[in-house]
């Protein structure tokens, strides 16, 4: 399973990447504007200044809602960097762009997806990737590990080559069952990637090595 980490914010994206075990970046709108970045020129440099941190696919997403926009976006967002994978809303008009930018050799993420419907359409429209929001689906009292379950069963039976992307991760356990469930990437922001380190056994552990190899 590849590891993205969901932030626009370049100093967690570089703690990430200097472990050494990153994939990727997804940013959203909510997160870009969370750093500050505001207008056109600042978001496309900012994405420029993500992709010159890690080697790896970074989305972004289009703001328009109609085909012609997001098409136009999307060209603009791709032109940035041959990493850049354009993120497209599960809307009726996402779709048909999806369809657009994969006959035009774009990659796309399709995100927002909530249901296998929506996820087997976005494969049918040759998304690169799809977003599963688990941890919003479980805010709805839904399981969002079970839909991750009920997609890779989907794609592996059909044998669609659209890329699981479990999004919206809260914990690291997220993170763990997800990659269970069969997950391609797994998109975390830093604390759930810091949380798989943790165990206090290990603590408890390597505190009494250490005090052991005083008497080496
Ligand atoms: C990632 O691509 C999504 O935009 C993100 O994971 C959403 O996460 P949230 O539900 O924590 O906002």
Sequence with gaps: ???FIDTAN??????????GILDGVTTNPSLMAKEG??????ILKHYADICALVEGDVSAEVLSTDFNGMVEEGKKL??????????????????????????????TNCTLVFS?????????????YVSPFIGRVDDSN????????????IYSVQGFDTQILAASIRNALHIVRSA??????CTCPLDSILGLLKHPLTDIGLAKFLEDAKKM
């Design 142 to 153: 839904w399981d969002g590990i079970v839909l991750i379950e009920q997609l890779s069963h």
């Design 78 to 107: 791709a032109a940035i960097h041959k990493n850049i994978v354009v993120k497209v809303p599960m809307i009726k008009d996402g779709i048909k762009a999806i369809k657009w930018f994969t006959d035009n050799g774009i990659r």
């Design 1 to 3: 399973m590849k590891f």
């Design 10 to 19: 370049l100093a967690h994206i570089k703690e990430a990447n200097d472990l």
């Design 180 to 185: 269970e469930a069969g997950a391609h990437v």
């Design 37 to 42: 970045i505001k207008g056109q020129e600042n």
């Design 116 to 128: 296998a419907g929506q996820a087997i359409l976005a494969a049918k429209a040759g998304a690169t």
